[in-house]
């Protein structure tokens, strides 16, 4: 198995750009993560999804934010307009069905915003 | 609000020393405990997990114990090696969020010099 895909890799845009980050999770998970991750406030959840549905995106910072599962197979976390403070890696995690505690995590996209 | 703290933030020893890594967590009502191995530009990679009614782990030279009452976790690598340089994080799962959301760490960082 190829493991949790993320893309880009890296990213580097202008303040107020559009930024879509992609993620492919592991066949036949259930449940998508999405994290993000600084020096200041190191790890930070900021949404999940189960079955393709949203169960908590407490952590989703602002409207700026958005994620999507279409479907079982693709997610995407969309800033609309980025700022610097956004800059971060940001990693997508998947987990099964039959053992929700294992996460598997991607190798992250580092995104920076100037 | 659940915090997760570990000390040191970085630590360096030489070849074949053990090594002690400390997790202490604010609120007692877990429904378990993980540790985590981050290496420099990829995702995380899940250790060990300790369940509430545990006390610990072992997986070949890792163990980690869980203190639940005092809010403690410490990981303990047997003879370390170069290889197991890495950040080591932690995280734990509230008893309200047994869906498998994680409360972080901001991790140690190790440096085992040969």
């Known amino acids: 198995d190829a493991g949790v895909i993320q893309s880009p890799r890296h990213e580097v845009t202008e303040m107020g750009q559009e930024v879509t980050l992609r993620c492919k999770p592991i066949s036949g998970h259930n449940s998508l993560f999405w994290y993000r991750q600084t020096m200041m406030r190191g790890l930070e959840l900021l949404i999940y999804f189960n079955n393709n549905v949203p169960i908590d995106d407490s952590g989703m910072p602002e409207d700026r934010f958005s994620a999507k599962m279409p479907n079982a197979s693709f997610s995407t976390l969309k800033i609309q307009p980025s700022e610097p403070r956004d800059s971060a890696v940001y990693f997508c995690?998947?987990?099964?069905?039959?053992?929700?505690?294992?996460?598997?995590f991607g190798p992250g996209t580092r995104l920076t915003v100037t | 609000k659940q915090e997760v703290t570990q000390i040191p933030a970085a630590l360096s020893v030489p070849e074949g020393e053990n090594l002690v890594l400390n997790c202490s967590f604010t609120d007692s009502a877990i429904y378990n405990l993980q540790w985590f191995r981050q290496d420099p530009g990829k995702g995380l990679t899940s250790l060990l997990l300790?369940?509430?009614?545990?006390r610990e782990q072992t997986s070949g030279r890792l163990n980690a114990s869980l203190d639940k009452s005092s809010g403690r976790s410490t990981l303990y690598i047997a003879a370390s090696q170069p290889g197991d340089s890495a950040t080591y994080l932690c995280a734990v799962r509230l008893s309200t969020d047994s869906w498998g959301k994680l409360q972080f760490g901001a991790g140690t960082q190790v440096v085992v010099t040969p």
């Open positions: 995690a998947s987990s099964p069905a039959g053992d929700p505690y294992e996460q598997y």
């Open positions: 300790i369940q509430s009614s545990q």
